[in-house]
């Protein structure tokens, strides 16, 4: 395609008697397009392109209801409208939404980088959903991320309270499989105790046994400093750009864990890092890490229910299940604050999880804990009474016939 100057350029320099080659140099064409226009005398007119619908085009009115909810990640949309049928790429979508978002504005800071096994960042996130009647519920995310290799943790509470802190610290050690050296804090209440006396920021008593018994050091980043523990911080603003927009439907708290940890695995620990440039799940495989003790710190703080004589125990209004053999004893219940409650026998031992229903007043059991119930009840017992027998006939003694033949003998003489 050239414009009518360079038409007009090509037939001036042609009359003055330069080569279709020099030509073709000089106005920087390929000579076979100089060659055509010296020999046209049309002046080179251009009918508009013909539109091409784009593959973009029949997601568009979806893409806008998903960013007008809130949900502006390029990479969960993307991921819906595949689903959908959409065949094109991701670069067609982050162009046709970056018309739609608001421009962000960031500060400069110097990044600091951890060796392997050395620190972790803990940090908390507030996240809202709607019940049937349009009630806000607020959940609180639980996000521990390794400094090194920036595997992530995620887990959803019911509260913050010490309680569920230290549950969620054990299960995401379970999860990794070890601990570090030590964990980064921001000033948060369970982990440091505000002193209006002398004005002083103390750890928490509590949470420093806890450290003491799992053998890690608690480091408190400066306040009012976020970016002083960035990691955690971009973990949580990926949970909430990345994971929350794609729940649509939340039916318990214990299934939405359960949908966090598929995530975890899939997407959040084997993406390609922005900033290392490489999966969280390869490079935590460098990560040198403490082991885990044995004992649970929490079994401390567990809550005891007498086994009633139907295997039930009543917690928080509602009923689960036990296994007949502790009938008449005490059980220990643990509840985690993330959508399940753990039953332990007297001795410590683990015996059951379960749900945490809905609502009031409901009945969860496990059918295993009843079977072979009816055969142990019926078990004989020793007795206690001596037991009444009727009065027993005379004995009746035998003898030989030869003894009565003797009596008959006598009777005739």
């Keep these: 395609m050239i414009e009518r100057e360079e038409f007009f350029m090509i ?29 046209s005398q049309d002046i080179p007119t251009y009918k508009p392109r013909a539109l091409v619908k784009s593959k973009l085009d029949d997601y568009k009115d979806y893409i806008h209801s998903r960013m007008n909810e809130g949900c502006l990640n390029a990479t969960v949309i993307f991921d819906e409208i595949v689903l959908m049928g959409y065949t094109g790429k991701m670069t067609i979508l982050r162009v046709f939404m970056k018309n739609y978002r608001e421009p962000s504005q960031t500060r400069a800071t110097r990044r600091f980088e951890t060796p392997p096994g050395k620190q972790a960042q803990v940090d908390w996130g507030e996240f809202v959903a709607l019940d049937a009647e349009g009630k806000k519920i607020k959940y609180h995310a639980f996000v521990m991320i390794m400094g090194h290799s920036r595997k992530t943790y995620l887990e959803f509470t019911e509260n913050e309270k010490m309680e569920t802190l230290i549950g969620c610290h054990e299960r995401a050690f379970q999860y990794f499989g070890g601990l570090p050296e030590t964990i980064l804090y921001d000033n948060m209440k369970t982990v440091v105790k505000h002193s209006h006396e002398t004005g002083e920021n103390k750890w928490n008593q509590q949470f420093l046994s806890f450290c003491r018994h799992h053998d890690f050091t608690p480091v408190r980043c400066r306040p009012y400093n976020p970016r002083c523990k960035g990691k955690v911080e971009n973990g949580v603003k990926y949970v909430r750009r990345n994971f929350w927009p794609r729940i649509r439907v939340i039916t318990s708290l214990a299934d939405l864990n359960l949908q966090a940890l598929l995530w975890l695995d899939t997407i959040c620990n084997e993406r390609l890092h922005k900033t290392t440039h490489e999966k969280p799940n390869e ?16 079994e401390k703080m567990l809550h005891t229910r007498k086994v009633m004589h139907d295997c039930y125990i009543t917690f928080e209004t509602n009923l689960y299940s036990v296994p007949f053999i502790y009938v008449g004893m005490r059980v220990g219940v643990k509840d985690l604050h993330n959508g399940f409650v753990e039953i332990y026998a007297p001795n410590g031992d683990w015996i059951e999880r379960f749900e945490k229903p809905l609502g009031k007043y409901q009945k969860t059991s496990n059918k295993k804990h009843f079977e072979g119930m009816i055969a142990w009840s019926q078990k004989k017992v020793a007795c206690t009474a001596p037991k009444l027998i009727p009065d027993r006939p005379p004995k009746v003694h035998q003898r030989p016939l030869s003894v009565y033949d003797s009596f008959l003998t006598e009777v005739i003489s």
Excluded: M
Excluded at 12 to 35: F, H, P, Q, Y
């Design 283 to 298: 490079a935590f495989k460098r990560e040198q890490l403490s082991l885990i003790n044995p004992t649970p710190f929490i």
């Design 11 to 39: 037939k001036d320099l042609k009359c003055k008697g330069l080569s279709t080659t020099l030509i073709a140099e000089i106005c920087d064409l390929d000579r076979k397009t100089v060659s055509k226009w010296v020999k």
